[in-house]
Structures are given as structure tokens and as C-alpha cells.
T-cell receptor, first 114, second 112 residues
Framework: GNSVTQMQGQVTLSEEEFLFINCTYS??????LFWYVQYPGEGPQLLLK?????NKGSSRGFEATYDKGTTSFHLQKASVQESDSAVYYC?????????????FGTGTLLSVKP | GGIITQTPKFLIGQEGQKLTLKCQQN?????MYWYRQDSGKGLRLIYY???????QKGDLSEGYDASREKKSSFSLTVTSAQKNEMAVFLC???????????FGEGTRLSVL
């Protein structure tokens, strides 16, 4: 079936450190992949998306590459800021045949210390 | 600009009570979703709807009903609230396969 795996439940960094959040997915189709970010008390909001395999998406210094070979969509940022502290979700879909479903990973809580 | 409005923002219920959550969107999106968010478990799909009067079950539909009588609104009913239940219910809407669905701010449920 379709699924998304985020192994890191929590990541703690200091400002200006490098961020890497692991995401792998499983699907039989060709979905769009997203990263959403959720700040306390708010709903998730789109951070970036990639619609085509082997392409890279970027936004606000974050980037992720849709790697169909390794079925991965890892999130990276060269230098984090305290304001990046939030929960990050890797998301699969929707796409034709999935019934318009969005499938969320379990989320990674990023805490950035000043 | 458009907006997704969820009401109420906070909902306190009693065990066994039927509770209804509402969601309105003015983007004219075809698809709407209800997700449940529990701490440490990410978002789990309860119901979604691809058009007016359509309903599709998600992975967590047991214990819930949904209704999409108008394109702009999607309601969720907790058929019998469970004691000590605490979760955030998130509504989202979207259109076309490549557009990223947009989320409301959520309804926070507590059951006494």
C-alpha cells in the first residue's frame, strides 16, 4: 500500500547548524510529494512540493529531492534559525488512483536553540 | 483571498455525547478532508469528499460520520465521544492532483 516513513520523531539543533530530516515513501504510482510545516496552534501549511520524479523543490532555504530510485524525499537546510522550530511532515499524494488521499508521515519536531 | 474556517475552535464534550464539527471553505475546491491529529501520531485521515454529496472513508472512519451537503462545507460528527479523548481535528480542501491542499486551524476536542 501507500505509506510514508519519517524515522526521526525529534531533532534538536543550534542556530546555523545543518538540518536533515529523513523521509521515505512507498507507492505504486507517481504521486506529488510535499513537505508541510506546522507551527503551534496552527494547521499545517505547505513548505514545498515536487510533482516530478528526480526533481528538486525549494523554499525559504529548505530543499528536497524527489528520488524515485531510493524512494526518498529528505528535507535539508544549510543553516537553521530559531524561527524554523516547528513540526515537519512529509506527505504523499494526492494522485490519480489514490482517490485524492493525502498520506502523512508521523512528523518530525524540530527544536532550534539560539 | 480564500479561507478555511473551522467551528468551533474548542469543543468540550461529555462521554457518549454526539458532537459535530464544521468546516467551510471559499476557494471553490472540489475535495475536502477531515484529519485527526494526536500527539506523536501525525495526521490520520477520517473522511474525505471529492464533490458535493460524495463521502469516502479514510483509515480512521469508525466512530465518525461525515456530511457534504454543499460544495463549500464539510461536517464531521463524533457519534459517541470517548472519555479522556483529546485530539485536534483538522479540515483541509484542495483542487486538482498537483495542488497542495490547504488546512484550517483545527478544532481542539476534549472529552470529560
Amino acid at each position: 500500500g501507500n505509506s510514508v516513513t519519517q524515522m526521526q520523531g525529534q531533532v534538536t539543533l543550534s542556530e546555523e547548524e545543518f538540518l536533515f530530516i529523513n523521509c521515505t515513501y512507498s507507492t505504486t504510482g507517481y504521486p506529488t510529494l510535499f513537505w508541510y510545516v506546522q507551527y503551534p496552534g496552527e494547521g499545517p501549511q505547505l513548505l514545498l512540493k515536487v510533482t516530478t520524479a528526480n526533481n528538486k523543490g525549494s523554499s525559504r532555504g529548505f530543499e528536497a529531492t524527489y528520488d524515485k530510485g531510493t524512494t526518498s524525499f529528505h528535507l535539508q537546510k544549510a543553516s537553521v534559525q530559531e524561527s524554523d522550530s516547528a513540526v515537519y511532515y512529509c506527505v504523499l499524494g494526492p494522485y490519480g488512483g489514490s482517490g485524492n488521499k493525502l498520506i502523512f508521515g508521523t512528523g518530525t519536531l524540530l527544536s532550534v536553540k539560539p | 483571498g480564500g479561507i478555511i474556517t473551522q467551528t468551533p475552535k474548542f469543543l468540550i464534550g461529555q462521554e457518549g455525547q454526539k458532537l459535530t464539527l464544521k468546516c467551510q471553505q471559499n476557494f471553490n475546491h472540489d475535495t475536502m478532508y477531515w484529519y485527526r491529529q494526536d500527539s506523536g501520531k501525525g495526521l490520520r485521515l477520517i473522511y474525505y469528499s471529492i464533490t458535493e454529496n460524495d463521502l469516502q472513508k479514510g483509515d480512521l472512519s469508525e466512530g465518525y460520520d461525515a456530511s457534504r451537503e454543499k460544495k463549500s462545507s464539510f461536517s464531521l460528527t463524533v457519534t459517541s465521544a470517548q472519555k479522556n479523548e483529546m485530539a485536534v481535528f483538522l479540515c483541509a480542501s484542495g483542487d486538482t492532483y498537483n495542488q497542495a491542499p490547504l488546512f484550517g486551524e483545527g478544532t481542539r476536542l476534549s472529552v470529560l
